[in-house]
């Protein structure tokens, strides 16, 4: 191979502007709560990938605390918690004035019948049962803050 001239590579890429911004965008906050460290793991793998900020509780008590004070954009909420369960977590955010329209997806262990009612009724706005499905999960994440950022402009 005989040493020619090499063109130099052109290097004029620049983070294009529209690029920032989504990101920006997406930096908002997700309080998951979920008392299975290997649930915990996986939801905040996809989620991180998002670009999401994370916060996390893993039992009801925790949850309402966390909720209360660091007013999450949106909640993933799993039922079956320890001390309070993730219905009554919901029924008392949405108690709140703070949470009257905050998105929360409840995630159950098992579909059972009357579970959605259930779930729908303690105020929830969406539902998913466990195994998460990881496409499923952001897409209905990334739906739901886009829907509730245009309700607030
Ligand atoms: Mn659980």
């Known amino acids: 191979m005989g040493g020619g001239v090499g063109l130099p590579l052109p290097y004029h890429w620049q983070q294009p502007t529209s690029h920032i911004q989504e990101k920006e ?13 290997q649930n915990m793991r996986l939801l905040e793998m996809v989620l991180r990938a998002k670009n999401y900020t994370l916060l996390k509780a893993t039992d009801g008590e925790e949850a309402l605390d966390m909720a209360l004070r660091e007013q999450p954009d949106l909640i993933i909420m799993d039922i079956q918690l320890p001390k309070v369960n993730g219905l009554e977590v919901t029924r008392k955010l949405r108690n709140t004035p703070a949470f009257s329209h905050t998105p ?8 059972m019948k009357g579970d959605k009612e259930r779930v729908i009724e303690s105020g929830c706005d969406a539902y998913l049962s466990k195994p998460i499905n990881t496409r499923e999960l952001p897409e209905m994440i990334g739906e739901m803050l886009l829907q509730r ?5």
């Open 25 to 37: 965008a997406v930096k908002e906050k997700i309080l998951i709560v979920e008392d299975n460290p």
């Open 104 to 111: 929360i997806i409840a995630i159950t262990a098992y579909a």
């Open 149 to 153: 950022r245009k309700d607030k402009a």
